[in-house]
């Protein structure tokens, strides 16, 4: 490899939460978007010997992570819904309802600040559950 080729490697995993926002974008699902950052940092590493540097690594990089979402949205042939308490419930195989939203089974983008804040409010939760042990079984 060469020395370019050395710092490229090292950018693509700087591009990831970019990559993967991206890739949220063209799937709507989160964990489809995790895969895809996954293949498409996969793709680019494979690729790196034939990068010749005449586009920025972030176009590259974008354009591969494009062509991965494509190959995988060409190839889904039916989307799993989202299943929960807030979310109706269909038998296997019968058909989905008319009125049903096309984008139904979109999935909200984890916005940094509220997991920064659901991070903190586990941390004391779990801290305060500790303070209720004794001494030694902290």
Known sequence: MTAMQDET????????????L????MTGSLHDAEDLTQETLL???????SFRGDSSVTTWLYRIATNAC?????GKKN???????????YET??????SLPEAFWLEPYPDPQDEAIR???ISLAFLTLLQTLPPNQR
């Open 43 to 49: 793709r680019a590493w494979q690729k790196l010997p």
């Open 9 to 20: 490697s090292i950018q693509l995993e700087a591009h990831r939460k970019q990559v993967h």
């Open 119 to 121: 991070r903190e409010h």
């Open 93 to 98: 195989g019968a058909a989905l309802p008319p």
């Open 70 to 74: 494509l190959d995988f949205l060409r």
């Open 79 to 89: 989307r799993v819904l989202p299943w929960g308490p807030d979310f109706p419930r």
């Open 22 to 25: 991206h890739c949220y974008r």
